[in-house]
């Protein structure tokens, strides 16, 4: 054996290292590699699953801010119309109430009408009684002339009034 090389060592060494090796490819780098293609898979649907559910979220948002903006719109609709309902139930009670101020200011015209008449008729009435009185003592106190008189100077009134 030159330099001391035996071949038999170095082939069972060999066979060694290969046992050695597979056995740790078995043992180890097979299970190893097994578990991070698992998990690196699991990481992936986990991924997957996220962006899944962002974007439904994104859509279930989007159909949210829809329906926020629909009803919105349907609020402001909503106003604009009581808006106009009390403008116009607002425009009602004001010709309806100058209606009635116009009955209130008619009945009232009337009334003071009426009372305006009462009170010439009442006035008229207490000048003839008062003329009859003056000339009743007219007429006692002078005698049929001052009568006389009296009824020529009403005819010359009346015919020329």
């Not at 990481?43 to 979220?57: I, P, S, V």
Request: charged share 35%.
């Amino acid at each position: 054996m030159p330099l001391n090389i035996d071949w038999q060592q170095i082939l069972l060494h060999l066979l060694n290292f290969v046992i050695l090796a597979g056995a740790l490819y078995f043992l180890l780098y097979k299970p190893v590699k097994s578990f991070m293609g698992k998990r690196q898979a699991n990481y992936a649907a986990r991924e997957a699953e996220a962006k899944k559910l962002e974007d439904d979220a994104s859509a279930l948002k989007a159909k949210y801010e829809a329906r926020l903006r629909e009803a919105e719109k349907a609020i402001q609709r909503d106003r604009e119309t009581a808006h106009e309902e009390i403008e116009a139930e607002r425009v009602r009670l004001l010709d309806e109430a100058r209606e009635q101020a116009r009955g209130i200011i008619s009945t009232a015209s009337k009334t003071a009408e009426l009372r305006t008449r009462k009170a010439v008729e009442d006035a008229r009435g207490e000048i003839r009684s008062m003329a009859v009185d003056m000339v009743e003592k007219l007429v006692l106190t002078s005698g049929g002339d001052a009568l006389d008189q009296f009824l020529d100077e009403a005819e010359s009134e009346q015919s020329h009034g």
